[in-house]
């Protein structure tokens, strides 16, 4: 049974340009949370998707976005990227009542 | 609104020590209590959790923790240290133990162990 899985593992962009990262769930799970950990942070939550919809949303500017599919699987759109959004983006997958498996992540390094 | 505060950013051990990583919450309403472990380069495998019931959570790898309401504390231990421990910690705290409900993580613990 495939864990959470995240694609791709490492990206290399530059100040202003766009970019979209990809997270399978766990088989099962229905809902997928997305993280940002900035190097030496814990986790700061940017925001869950459950039936194709935004759910929650935490302190993150609009140029934050991402979207649900119909099989569960979800991407993370960043626009207009800054120095400061070089981090390690984490995908974390859920069904009710059974907790969170977290994917390995996706270093983002902005240059 | 929650937040945890996880008290030494690194702490350092001999192999077969005590561990002891603190955590404490701030919650308005009943916490559910997590620990994260994540080696270099790898994302987050949960440790233990507390929800309710037995405020001596037990979990893998021979760690186990303590809730405490009146402390407001969660905090880590394992009785033997061992190399393999050596990692980062985190301890996060949520309103539900549901999927919709989002996690607020601690700075974090870095473990050393020394041989």
């Known amino acids: 049974d495939a864990g959470v899985t995240q694609s791709p593992t490492h990206l290399i962009k530059t100040r202003g340009q766009q970019v979209t990262l990809r997270c399978s769930p766990k088989s099962g799970h229905d809902t997928v949370s997305w993280y940002q950990q900035a190097l030496g942070q814990g986790p700061q939550f940017i925001f869950q998707?459950?039936?194709?919809?935004?759910?929650q949303r935490g302190n993150f500017p609009d140029r934050f976005s991402g979207h649900q599919f119909p099989n569960y699987s979800s991407e993370l759109n960043v626009n207009a990227l800054l120095l400061g959004d070089s981090a390690l983006y984490l995908c974390a997958s859920s069904l009710s009542g059974y907790g969170y498996t977290f994917g390995s992540g996706t270093r983002l390094t902005v240059v | 609104a929650q937040s945890v505060t996880q008290l030494g950013s690194h702490v350092s051990v001999s192999e077969g020590a005590l561990v002891l990583l603190r955590c404490n919450y701030s919650?308005?309403?009943?916490?559910?209590l997590f620990w994260y472990v994540q080696y270099p380069n790898q994302g987050l495998q949960l440790l233990l959790k507390y929800t309710t019931g037995a405020t001596l959570v037990k979990g893998i790898n021979g760690f186990e923790a303590e809730f405490k309401k009146s402390e407001t504390s969660f905090h880590l231990t394992k009785p033997s240290a061992h190399m393999s421990d050596a990692a980062e910690y985190f301890c996060?705290?949520?309103?539900?133990?549901?999927?919709?409900?989002?996690?607020?993580f601690g700075e974090g613990t870095q473990l050393t162990v020394n041989p």
């Open positions: 996060a705290v949520s309103d539900r133990e549901t999927s919709g409900s989002r996690l607020t």
């Open positions: 998707y459950y039936e194709e919809e935004e759910r």
């Open positions: 919650s308005s309403v009943p916490p559910y």
